[in-house]
């Protein structure tokens, strides 16, 4: 089951979200100290110890948008005569 919890980040009182599946949780979605909303994956290990896996959340939602629309268009192309 896919959760939110709203949490208090605590450095500047900024809320944020925890995303849970199953009640483990995935990602945190907050504000970064440059004041922009960010998504930060949680994982067991790094590949690369310096590889930071927290991007820009407008980024990842613009790619999510951008493959929804390739997406559809492929499921319009199948469904038409």
Known sequence: MLKVDYINQGKHDY???E?????QIICL?????????FIEFFHDYRL???H???????SLLSVL???????????ANINSP
């Open 15 to 17: 809320l944020g979200a």
């Open 19 to 23: 995303i849970s599946i199953n009640d």
């Open 29 to 37: 979605i907050g504000i970064g100290d440059d004041l922009d909303i």
């Open 48 to 50: 690369i110890e310096t």
């Open 52 to 58: 930071d896996l927290k991007i820009s959340f407008d």
């Open 65 to 75: 948008m951008d493959c929804r629309k390739e997406l559809n268009e492929i499921i």
